[in-house]
C-alpha cells in the first residue's frame, strides 16, 4: 500500500462531512496507507495565523519528497490527469503528502516553497467539502490506475 500523509487545518464541523471522510478513508485503505494530520487552526490576525499554521505544516513535511498545496492557484486537473500524475509519482517512488489550508489558504512563504500544487476547482468551497472532494478524487485516482469500474 502506498503511503500518502494528508494535512488538514482544523477538524470537519459537520456530522455528515465527518461520516463521508470517513467513508472515503475507508474506500481508500485498499490502495493506499493515509496518514491523517490535523493541525489546530491558529488564532490572531490572519497573517499571524497562517505563519504559524505554515510552521505547523512544515513540521510535517519532513522527508515528503513531493508536498502538494491544495490550493486555488494550482493547475486544475481533470481526474484522468490526477491519476497519471499520481501514478508517475508512485512510479517514481516519491513520498507525497497533500495539505489543505484553513479559511485564510496558505501563507505566502510556504506556497513559495512548496512547489507543487492543486486546484480542485475555480469555485471556493468551505474546507469541510474540500476534504471530502480530495479525498474523493484520490479514491477516484487509485481506481483509474488500477482499471476499476469506479470511475466512470
Not at 465527518?18 to 481508500?28: D, K, P, S
Not at 513535511?61 to 508517475?88: Q, T
Not at 505566502?108 to 475555480?122: A, C, I, M, T
Amino acid at each position: 500500500m502506498y503511503p500518502i500523509r494528508f494535512i488538514t487545518i482544523g477538524r470537519p464541523k459537520l456530522g455528515a462531512c465527518r461520516e463521508l471522510e470517513t467513508h472515503y478513508g475507508g474506500l481508500l485503505k485498499t490502495y493506499a496507507r493515509m496518514d491523517l494530520v490535523e493541525i489546530p487552526e491558529a488564532k490572531g490576525s490572519p497573517e499571524r495565523q497562517l505563519k504559524e499554521e505554515a510552521a505547523r505544516i512544515r513540521q510535517h513535511l519532513g522527508g515528503i519528497r513531493c508536498p502538494v498545496l491544495l490550493d486555488a492557484g494550482g493547475p486544475a486537473r481533470g481526474s484522468e490527469a490526477f491519476a497519471k500524475w499520481l501514478g508517475e509519482r508512485m512510479d517514481r517512488g516519491e513520498s507525497l503528502a497533500f495539505a489543505v489550508g484553513s479559511s485564510h489558504g496558505f501563507d505566502s512563504e510556504l506556497k513559495s516553497e512548496v512547489r507543487e500544487k492543486l486546484s480542485l476547482s475555480p469555485m471556493t468551497f468551505p474546507h469541510d467539502l474540500s476534504r471530502i472532494m480530495f479525498l474523493e478524487q484520490l479514491y477516484r485516482a487509485f481506481t483509474i490506475l488500477k482499471g476499476k469500474t469506479y470511475h466512470k
